[in-house]
């Protein structure tokens, strides 16, 4: 399960139950295999000014990736995309993706808002 730069999680070392990280850990690997971008999720607290911690956690990504960085905390959301997957998922539909997880987030529900995302984008950028 890729959950960003940081490495991988467990249950007990954040905000998801093992029912909750199978759940995000199923739509990264759809999204990545519907659409041939690698994609990786990051929960937890940002350095400011947040978007410049994002796109550096990106830095250790590929040019297929696509980035969703979360610090609920901070009530920040960012979504990363490199030059290559870039060309297939616009601003346009990342900031469709992005408000439709905020609504989910501002009802509680942080997996579901990730998973919703995720299935956004990989259908924003299509198959292969």
Known sequence: MQHGPQGELGAGDGP???????????????????????????VGEFKAPTRA??????????????????????????????????KRLPNRACALAALAMRASFANGDLTGGIVTGLRMLADSAGNR
């Open 16 to 42: 998801f139950t093992t029912r909750q990280l199978t759940r995000i850990d199923e739509a990264l690997t759809l999204s990545s295999r519907e659409t041939g971008l690698t994609y990786s999720v990051y």
């Open 53 to 86: 911690h994002a796109e550096a956690l990106f830095e250790k990504l590929t040019d297929s990736s696509v980035l969703v960085a979360v610090s609920p905390g901070q009530r920040a959301l960012h979504i990363v995309t490199g030059p290559d997957s870039a």
